[in-house]
Every structure is written in C-alpha cells, then in structure tokens.
C-alpha cells in the first residue's frame, strides 16, 4: 500500500498519514498492513515516531511566516501537476502544495513568480512553461521522513 503519491512508495510522507490517522477515518482499519521492509524502519516505532511529528518545528526549515528564501532553495521537484518536494539543502525537505492541479508543470517545467526574494504561499505562483497559465501556491510544510528520527 502506498500512503503517499508524493513519496512515491518509498518513504511515509508523516504529515499526511497523521491528518488522516487523527480525521479517524476508519479507511485505516481496513488497509493491507503496511510494509514498511526496505525503509529501515521498524513497525513497533512508526507510532512512537508519529506522535513526536509535533516536535518539528516549520523554522527549522526555513520556514517562516508562510514563506522560505529564495536564494535557500537547492531544487524544487514536481511529483505530479499539483505537489513538490523543495530541496533546502542539508536534508531538509518542504511539500510545496498548489491551490490546484496545475496541467503540464510537472512535464514542461516552470518559472516562478514571485513578489520579492522569498516564496510564499498564497503570494507567490508558478508558470507552466509555454503558457500563461498562473497555479497559486496554497501551502508549503515541512517533509518529515521517518528515517531522520533515528539520526
């Protein structure tokens, strides 16, 4: 079973597993275990370390007020038309989120479009490269993967 498409299978993206363990959908109950061989994680830790996502704090990502510098970001990596994962530099991940799917950025590229030297969400879009079409980003949170608790 795969939690996240974002994450393609490899990795547990925290952040959405917990919204949906704490919305108390019972879609959880019903799921195929999770395999989680490979990953480097154990099964007996992965709710012990579920429970500490709160301990992350979105400054120790150079996020702040919404917003992350410009000149901070290494790469940004669309995983489909809507979500990608910004490389911050020392291990450290952001979910970049659009407000909606955004048709052809993850296959033709982008250019950002912004109002001053930091991204923001609800400020600052994105430009499908070859038209004029503008995708408002909606959210940016940190990238908590479960192998970095153990590091």
């Not at 993206?13 to 108390?24: A, E, F, I, T, W």
Request: net charge positive; proline share 4%.
């Amino acid at each position: 079973m795969t939690l996240c498409n974002v994450c393609r299978g490899r990795v547990v993206c925290l952040l959405r597993l917990c919204v949906l363990m704490m919305s108390g959908l019972s879609i959880l109950a019903d799921a195929e275990p999770l395999d989680l061989s490979g990953t480097g994680v154990e099964p007996s830790n992965v709710m012990e370390k579920l429970r500490d996502i709160d301990d992350w704090d979105p400054r120790a990502y150079g996020i702040r007020n919404n917003c992350i510098r410009a000149s901070q970001i290494q790469s940004i990596d669309f995983k489909d038309d809507q979500t990608a994962i910004v490389s911050m530099g020392r291990r450290r991940e952001i979910i970049l989120t659009l407000q909606r799917p955004c048709l052809g950025i993850q296959r033709y590229g982008f250019v950002q479009v912004r109002r001053s030297s930091a991204l923001c969400a609800t400020f600052d879009s994105f430009e499908v490269v070859g038209s004029r079409m503008r995708c408002p980003i909606s959210a940016l949170e940190p990238h908590v993967r479960l192998s970095q608790r153990d590091e």
